[in-house]
């Protein structure tokens, strides 16, 4: 089953109000301001102005390309031959090989203000690690969500989160296809998860998370800034908090008139 995902739902339920306050956060407070930094870290290509980026990164099999679907609240139909606009390729084609590209996404009801971006994966001959935040543009971006395989992070995860939360760049680690994990925990008959054993779950995987990071030297990225999600439904586990978060990136400040965290 599939549901329109907090994201999506947040910009065109709150619409025009989100729309006037991405256009008055464009620049990130992180982008580049002197000249010597601009000259490092030059706007690229796929960062134009005149449009706020959230960039999506991680190993391939991760669930990378699902969780930007479910977030644009679309549904890819791997069985189709045809092309699917405005979709992140997901299935055989997208877990098997490199990703060489770089594909931008338009956020619903955002009027092209708001692209996710399908970035390829650091650490490789085409991306290596250390050139991975100028050729990605990431000084550019809102924000990086690092999505975990496994919900395991990897060496090149932790670097990239090291390098980029030490420049500001706000970086996010996520684990999706979260229910897999909790599948043990969860009441048919009820139809619902036994809450403690999920929150138990959750922990258990943060802490490993936390651990691994402190371990290859990255302690910039806060233990609020892991999340673990399902693509499948992100009304479920930490799905919506992840929605409001990246939400609240793109506005600013002002977004907790809305809700609250």
Known sequence: MFLLPGLTSLVVDYAPTVVSWIKENLLPQHA????????????????????????????????????????LGVEYDEASDEKQPGMAVVGPTETTGIHTEIDSFNMPGAEGLLKLMDLPGAGTAAFPIETYVKDMSLR??????????????????????????????????????FATTVRTTYDKKKGTYDEAKVNNFKMKVKDAVMQFLEKNGCTRVPRDHVFLVDSEDMTLFEGPAFSRRMLRLVTGSKLPQLFNE
């Open 140 to 177: 550019w971006m809102h924000a990086i969500v690092i999505v975990l395989k496994d919900g395991r992070p990897t060496e090149v995860d932790a670097i990239l989160a090291k390098y980029a939360a030490k420049l500001g760049i706000p970086t996010y680690l996520v684990a999706n296809k």
């Open 32 to 71: 580049p301001v002197t000249v010597a930094e601009i000259e490092k870290f030059p706007r690229q290509s796929h960062t134009p102005e005149g449009s706020a980026f959230i960039g999506l990164t991680g190993q391939s099999g991760g669930g990378k390309s699902s969780l930007i679907n479910a977030l």
